[in-house]
């Protein structure tokens, strides 16, 4: 099989032209065709679909448009607390964290714990230190910060009201300087071999330590060579109920479903049901990207090496 494609997210939700600037638009598409190249370079070398999507998160989380790593979401108390999964289609070996502050890459950590760990899913105080164990790269608080996030968070703060970071109640105030999103990659690589990964900040004014659906495996992300890779995002309490991800590759395994129309039966059936706003990526096991989603739009972009690529903000 010599057929590869990756399929990127930026997240989703009130995303329309209207709160948008001609900067800041462009400053969008930029960064998502810079994560899309990375990723797919790594692809056309002949490497592999967990590299590629690592490599292409990587640059996400660096980059402080988007609600992973650097301009991460605010918390209740006023940090950030970031989760981070991946998992490999061939083996079905997978990797999290939830809860972690100062890791600069929260998906480096998700692969050391997929890697080299006996475990799937460590959070908090627990994955900081197995951060620090295996060499993994810390920044000091103000490296995560970003002012537009910061008010944000201001105007949730002494509310209990929690959100999307792209899905206010006083839109009209926080839009014009608002940049979203959790970020998730999938990938095919030229050996037949399907990954899939999400980070997030989760939302802002989360607390009780909240965890939402990016770092479940299942829920918010989930491979399989057998179906599909996925990556979610948007509400995370819906797509937990749903089980959203691995719902998707159920459909095409036990209901002969194509990608596209599984996640059309989640995403626009199920998740709406239950008032899920949102959307997803992902790839087939013949490398065929659907990209679905039922909020106003989904920073999202796929290439794949039939020459089909795309990069869209809005429905
Ligand atoms: N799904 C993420 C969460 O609930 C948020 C997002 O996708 O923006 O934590």
Request: charged fraction near 25%; glycine fraction near 10%; include cysteine.
């Amino acid at each position: 099989m010599s057929r590869f494609t990756l399929a990127i997210h930026g997240g989703a939700g009130t995303i329309v032209p209207e709160d948008m600037t001609p900067d800041l638009e462009a400053a969008y598409l930029l960064s998502l065709k810079a994560a899309l190249n990375a990723g797919y370079a790594v692809l056309e070398e002949g490497g592999s679909a967990v590299n590629a999507i690592k490599s292409t998160i990587v640059l996400m989380e660096d980059n402080i448009l988007f609600n992973a790593g650097r301009g991460a979401v605010f918390t209740k108390k006023g940090v950030q607390e970031m989760d981070a999964a991946v998992m490999d289609g061939k083996t079905l070996k997978a990797g999290a964290v939830a809860g972690v502050r100062n890791v600069r890459n929260p998906i480096e950590l998700a692969m050391e714990v997929m890697l080299n760990s006996n475990h799937v899913f460590l959070s908090g105080k627990g994955a900081n230190d197995f951060a620090i164990k295996q060499g993994i790269k810390l920044e000091p608080d103000e490296y995560f910060f970003s002012q537009f996030r910061y008010d944000q968070w201001k105007e949730l703060r002494d509310s209990d009201k929690y959100s999307l970071d792209h899905t206010h109640q006083r839109l009209e105030e926080l839009m014009k300087d608002k940049k979203f999103g959790t970020v998730g990659a999938v990938a095919l690589d030229r050996n037949g071999n399907l990954a899939a990964a999400t980070s997030t900040g989760g939302m802002t004014n989360k607390k009780y330590g909240r965890i939402g659906d990016s770092p479940i495996i299942g829920c918010g992300t989930y491979a399989n060579n057998k179906t599909c890779g996925i990556s979610c995002t948007g509400h995370g309490e819906m797509f937990i109920r749903t089980v959203a991800a691995y719902d998707v590759s159920c459909l095409m395994e036990y209901k002969n479903m194509s990608l596209e129309e599984a996640m059309v039966e989640v995403v626009q059936k199920k998740l709406v049901a239950i008032g899920g706003e949102g959307g997803m990526i992902g790839v087939d096991h013949h490398g065929k990207p659907a990209l679905v989603f039922n909020s106003k739009g989904m920073y999202r972009a796929y290439k794949t090496s039939e020459k089909e690529e795309l990069i869209a903000l809005y429905q």
